[in-house]
């Protein structure tokens, strides 16, 4: 089965309006949508190296983008919308503890969050909600969207031939690291480095809250 969607995406990734579906995904991932971009970056990189880079281009500006309807939601539409996505999206248990961590770490979370495999939507609402201040917000999700999509690309661009062998060989556990980084991408957000301990243990008791 495993082999047969591989198999399928990957001749999907080289359809000639690819790039518009990768746009598409990596925009709406960054604002409601529960599947993230990464794997069909993968993919498309898989089948062509040599436009690796541009893919990744085009997958970090439209999850910036999309980053940014994300706090417009946050910011103007959480009573109605907002409120709808998280619940629809079983984070409301994380919605305050994200609340707490980005008034205590600001753009370190965003760093955290844009550069790992961890849901970046719950982030950019949030951000929207409690009123970050918008260019720190933008400049720490192009930096952390950035740094994976664009590794990503230039990885596959520099070493496209013999990633592709290894995946093809090694599928399955493939697969299964990539749901080890999603988890770690979790945990690592529950740990976020500075800041005091009680902050820390203040935010991962977080049940409710405020409004900016």
Not at 14 to 28: M, P
Not at 51 to 67: C, D, P, Q
Not at 171 to 189: D, P
Not at 205 to 211: E, G, H
Request: proline residues 5%; hydrophobic residues 50%; aromatic residues 14%.
């Amino acid at each position: 089965m495993l082999r047969k969607l591989y198999e399928w995406t990957m001749e999907k990734a080289q359809h000639r309006h690819a790039e518009r579906w990768l746009a598409g995904f990596a925009f709406v991932e960054s604002s409601f949508f529960p599947i993230p971009p990464h794997p069909l970056l993968g993919l498309m990189c898989l089948a062509n190296p040599k436009k690796a880079v541009r893919y990744a281009l085009i997958t970090t500006i439209a999850s910036v983008l999309g980053g940014l309807f994300g706090y417009a939601i946050g910011y103007f539409l959480y009573d109605t919308l907002g409120q709808w996505l998280i619940a629809t999206l079983g984070l409301q248990e994380a919605f305050p503890k994200a609340a707490c961590y980005l008034r205590e770490y600001d753009v370190e979370v965003i760093l955290l969050a844009g550069s790992t495999p961890v849901p970046f939507k719950l982030l950019t609402i949030t951000a929207g909600f409690i009123q970050m201040a918008l260019l720190p917000f933008i400049l720490a999700s192009i930096a952390g969207r950035g740094l994976i999509f664009m590794s990503c690309g230039i990885l596959f661009r520099v070493f496209g031939a013999p990633i592709k062998t290894f995946i093809d060989k090694y599928l399955g556990w493939v697969t299964a690291a990539f749901i080890v980084l999603v988890v770690a991408g979790f945990v690592a957000l529950s740990f976020l480095g500075g800041g005091s301990e009680g902050a820390k243990t203040a935010c991962d008791l977080a049940t409710s809250v405020r409004p900016a």
